[in-house]
């Protein structure tokens, strides 16, 4: 008796395991879909991890009965079962839940002009998701079979979508007539009386209309939120709430009231939000109002700079100072390094460096943002640090006693596409300067030292100094640069002073020619 309690606990035992520690699954139909596989993979903010390719299968009838919602929300049939093909996955135990992408593939159309593929981002939170879409048009043509969390987000967005395009033509209303005013009251003697009240009643009757419209949708949002309070979904449909652009203030007024008061519905402590693009998203739509059509790049700077003011200043004055340090804190500072990065906004990134760099965690390893951001702040007049590493020849060697009055030094790597380019470009460039002049100190972030003997021979830098820790980004060399990417660029004195970073050959050779 003893024995069948104790195999009775055992079974029990292992149902119990079994049943938490489920897998999730993931099952998609598409309809029109090429011979290509999907591909899943997880989002923060702008930035997609491929997960795994997921191989296509060939699907006998649709789940939802043959009917696909279209994107006027008319019901359309499939029209044949060839058409329809499918994708599954199971979730890992450890998935973590938040916003994960399908891509689809290109359209002919992008494939000629170089767009971007089709694609759906939805919402996984522990829970078994069955989809129907088409590959013409995923989101307009998505339906949720199973999912309360995809159900409650695509639904809200849709209304969400309808509410935002009546506003905009409210807006644009609303404007015209108060720009139909001003005119008028500038030159009264060329319109009528009766033609400025005209226009004076129909400004209030747009700008009543704009504000209750304004006012449904939160009332909505709100709602949404609170009557799916317990999904996930309701944190990413919460961020979308708005402050009241008054349509009786003038264009600026509402554009200041609105930038004054856009993030105060953002929680910048919820790290969930880290785990999809509504944040970043959120962000970008701010940042977007800073700028103006015009706007020289100095300008669009300046500007930029009160926007990202804007936003550190709201972190700080949600989160106390001894908790600023925060994933979001950290996550938001690199979407905005990364993103202005790439518009090329120097001064921007050495501000962002120089006011919000020391707020993030310190840990024993320097992150890439860490890098970037203190690599902004390494400028000409200051120094670097002296090292000792090995050559070739596994010969210790110290840059502080091989220095030239300038000296060129390049970190650089094998698997570098760039840096193949710019090797051979730096040593056809190097013959023009007498030896006494300009000394070149190459330093690979190679891992295995064939590859890296393989690069110095192909591109004949044997007479230059070339060394190496053979330890990636894991060394310590590259870390006190504050190396980031390859290549990376330093002109140094004799006395280890930065005297220019140039980001290119061209820069390289300008600063030469002066």
């Not at 759906?120 to 998505?142: G, H, M, R, W, Y």
């Not at 004076?200 to 209750?212: L, R, Y």
């Not at 890098?371 to 090292?387: A, H, I, T, W």
């Not at 891992?447 to 330890?471: A, G, M, P």
């Given at each position: 008796?003893?024995?069948h309690?104790i195999?009775?606990s ?12 489920q ?17 899943l993979?997880?989002?923060s903010?702008d930035k997609f991890?491929p997960v795994?390719?997921?191989?296509l299968q060939q699907?006998a009838?649709?789940l939802s ?8 929300g008319?019901?359309?049939?499939v ?8 994708v ?19 359209t ?5 002009m ?6 759906l981002?939805?919402?996984f939170?522990?829970?078994n998701?069955?989809?129907e879409?088409?590959f013409?048009?995923?989101q307009?043509?998505?339906?949720v079979?199973q999912?309360e969390?995809?159900?409650a987000w695509?639904n809200?967005l849709?209304?969400?979508k309808e509410?935002q395009n009546?506003?905009?033509?409210l807006e644009k209303?609303v404007?015209?007539?108060q ?17 400025l ?9 747009k700008?009543n209309?704009f ?5 449904e949708?939160?009332?909505?949002i ?8 317990e999904?996930?979904?309701?944190r990413?449909i919460?961020i ?5 652009r008054?349509?009786?203030?003038s ?13 105060r519905h953002i ?8 785990h999809?693009?509504?944040l970043?998203d959120?962000i970008?739509?701010f940042?977007v109002?800073?700028?103006q059509r015009?706007?020289?790049q ?12 804007a936003v ?9 100072a001894s908790?600023?340090?925060?994933p979001?804190?950290e996550?938001i500072?690199n979407y905005?390094v ?14 962002i ?5 020391g707020?993030?965690?310190?840990t024993?390893e320097k992150?890439t ?7 902004q ?7 670097v640090s ?19 009055p ?6 650089y790597a094998s ?8 090797l051979?470009?730096?040593k ?9 002049e300009l000394?070149?100190?190459a330093i ?5 030292k064939?590859?890296w003997?393989?690069i110095v021979?192909e591109?004949r ?10 330890k ?5 060399v ?7 990417a390859?290549?990376t ?6 006395n280890?002073?930065?005297l220019?970073k140039p ?6 050779m300008?600063?030469f020619?002066?």
């Amino acid at each position: 008796m003893k024995a069948h309690g104790i195999r009775l606990s055992f079974v029990f035992m292992f149902f119990h395991s079994f049943v938490f520690a489920q897998a999730y699954s993931l099952n998609v139909r598409i309809k029109n879909q090429p011979e290509n596989p999907v591909v899943l993979g997880t989002i923060s903010g702008d930035k997609f991890s491929p997960v795994d390719t997921l191989e296509l299968q060939q699907v006998a009838e649709s789940l939802s009965g043959g009917n696909n919602l279209g994107s006027q929300g008319s019901i359309q049939q499939v029209t044949s079962s060839h058409q329809l093909k499918q994708v599954n996955w199971n979730f890992s135990e450890n998935a973590k839940p938040g916003m994960y992408r399908l891509i689809f593939g290109q359209t002919a159309y992008a494939r000629v002009m170089g767009e971007s593929p089709q694609q759906l981002d939805f919402i996984f939170n522990n829970e078994n998701i069955v989809l129907e879409t088409d590959f013409k048009a995923p989101q307009n043509s998505l339906i949720v079979l199973q999912s309360e969390e995809n159900s409650a987000w695509f639904n809200f967005l849709k209304k969400e979508k309808e509410l935002q395009n009546h506003l905009d033509l409210l807006e644009k209303e609303v404007d015209y007539f108060q720009t139909r005013i001003t005119a008028a009251k500038s030159s009264p003697e060329t319109v009528a009386k009766s033609d400025l009240q005209e226009f004076e009643k129909q400004a209030v009757e747009k700008a009543n209309t704009f504000n209750q419209l304004q006012m449904e949708r939160d009332r909505f949002i709100l709602n949404t939120a609170e009557k799916n309070k317990e999904l996930l979904a309701s944190r990413f449909i919460s961020i979308f709430r708005e402050p009241l652009r008054d349509g009786y203030l003038s264009q600026q007024e509402r554009k200041e009231f609105y930038q004054k008061e856009y993030l105060r519905h953002i929680d910048f402590t919820d790290e969930s939000l880290i785990h999809s693009p509504v944040l970043t998203d959120k962000i970008f739509d701010f940042l977007v109002t800073y700028n103006q059509r015009g706007f020289s790049q100095e300008q669009r700077e300046q500007e930029y700079m009160k926007a990202v003011d804007a936003v550190m200043s709201r972190i700080e004055t949600v989160n106390p100072a001894s908790e600023i340090n925060n994933p979001v804190y950290e996550f938001i500072l690199n979407y905005l390094v990364f993103g202005f990065e790439r518009l090329n906004m120097g001064k921007l990134l050495t501000y962002i460096a120089e006011n919000y760099s020391g707020s993030l965690c310190q840990t024993d390893e320097k992150t890439t943002l860490e890098r970037k951001l203190e690599f902004q702040n390494m400028k000409p007049g200051n120094l670097v640090s002296d090292f000792t590493i090995n050559d070739l020849r596994d010969e210790p060697t110290t840059l502080s006693h091989i220095l030239k009055p300038r000296n060129l030094i390049l970190f650089y790597a094998s698997w570098c596409s760039h840096c193949k380019e710019i090797l051979p470009q730096i040593k056809a460039w190097r013959r023009q300067f007498q030896a006494t002049e300009l000394e070149i100190i190459a330093i690979s972030l190679d891992t295995s030292k064939s590859d890296w003997q393989q690069i110095v021979r192909e591109t004949r830098f044997e007479e230059f100094f070339n060394l190496s820790e053979l330890k990636g980004w894991d060394g310590e060399v590259a870390p006190k640069y504050n190396v980031y990417a390859t290549p990376t660029m330093f002109i140094v004195d004799d006395n280890l002073r930065i005297l220019a970073k140039p980001e290119s050959m061209g820069e390289l050779m300008k600063y030469f020619e002066q």
